[in-house]
C-alpha cells in the first residue's frame, strides 16, 4: 500500500510558525482536493484539523491551516504552541481499487 | 453529541477469528460511509476498509483483502470488522470513522493483540 511521504520531525520555538509537507502522486494527492491532516498525541485517537485541503473543523484553532501544491499538501501552525506538539499525520483519497485511501508516514512536531 | 465506540478488540491467537463493532450515535448512521482504520504499535496509520451508506459498496486494503470483512446494520447503528486467519502483524488499535474526507469523526479505538 502507497504512503504518502512526510518528514519524521519538524521543530519550532514557542510563537513560530512551521509548515509539514505530504507529498503524494498524480493519482492521490495530485488528483483529488480530499486531503486531511490529522493531529494525535500519544495513547490518544487522531484529531481531524483540517478537512478537504483547508477547511478547519468548528472548534479547530485559526493557526492550523492547509494548502495543496500538485503533488504536495502542506499543513502550516502558527504561532507554536506547547500543546500543539504531536504526531502529524495526512491523508488522500486514492481512488484506486486496491486502496482507496491513504496516510503519511507522519511527523513528529516538538515545541522547543 | 456524535459519538464513535468501538468493542470487541482482545488477544487472539494467530490463525483465530475476531469480530470488531463500532457504535455509532449522535448522527443518522445510514446516510454515511464508514471506515475501519489500524494503528499497529508505534506506528503510523493504516486506512483498512470501506463500506457505503447502504451497505452495497465494500473496499479493502490489500494487506486484509480475503481475511476481513466490512459490514454494517443501519437498524443497530452500528458496524462491524469481521476478522479472520489473523496474523501477528495485524496487531494494532482498530479505529472506526465516520466520512472519511469530509469533516469526519473518529471513535477512541479498540486493541487487536495477536499472539501466540
Known amino acids: 500500500q502507497s504512503v504518502l511521504t512526510q518528514p519524521a520531525s519538524v521543530s519550532g520555538s514557542p510563537g513560530q510558525s512551521i509548515t509539514v509537507s505530504c507529498t503524494g502522486t498524480?493519482?492521490?494527492?495530485?488528483?483529488?482536493?480530499?486531503v486531511s491532516w490529522y493531529q494525535q498525541h500519544p495513547g490518544k485517537a487522531p484529531k481531524l484539523m483540517i478537512y478537504?485541503?483547508?477547511k478547519r473543523p468548528s472548534g479547530v484553532s485559526n493557526r492550523f491551516s492547509g494548502s495543496k501544491s500538485g503533488n504536495t499538501a502542506s499543513l502550516t501552525i502558527s504561532g507554536l504552541q506547547a500543546e500543539d506538539e504531536a504526531d502529524y499525520y495526512c491523508?488522500?483519497?486514492?481512488?484506486?481499487?486496491?486502496?482507496?485511501?491513504?496516510f503519511g508516514s507522519g511527523t513528529k512536531v516538538t515545541v522547543l | 453529541q456524535v459519538q464513535l465506540v468501538e468493542s470487541g478488540g482482545g488477544v487472539v491467537q494467530p490463525g483465530r477469528s475476531l469480530r470488531l463493532s463500532c457504535a455509532a450515535s449522535?448522527?443518522?448512521?445510514?446516510?454515511?460511509?464508514m471506515h475501519w482504520v489500524r494503528q499497529a504499535p508505534g506506528k503510523g496509520l493504516e486506512w483498512v476498509a470501506v463500506?457505503?451508506?447502504?451497505?452495497?459498496?465494500?473496499y479493502y486494503a490489500d494487506s486484509v483483502k480475503g481475511r476481513f470483512t466490512i459490514s454494517r446494520d443501519n437498524s443497530k447503528n452500528t458496524l462491524y470488522l469481521q476478522m479472520n486467519s489473523l496474523r501477528v502483524e495485524d496487531t494494532a488499535v482498530y479505529y472506526c470513522?465516520?466520512?472519511?474526507?469530509?469533516?469526519?469523526?473518529w471513535g477512541k479505538g479498540t486493541t487487536v493483540t495477536v499472539s501466540s
Open positions: 470513522a465516520r466520512d472519511l474526507g469530509g469533516e469526519d469523526v
Open positions: 449522535g448522527f443518522t448512521f445510514s446516510t454515511y460511509t
Open positions: 463500506i457505503s451508506y447502504d451497505g452495497s459498496n465494500k
Open positions: 498524480s493519482t492521490d494527492v495530485g488528483s483529488y482536493g480530499l
Open positions: 478537504e485541503g483547508s
Open positions: 491523508c488522500s483519497y486514492a481512488g484506486s481499487s486496491t486502496f482507496l485511501w491513504v
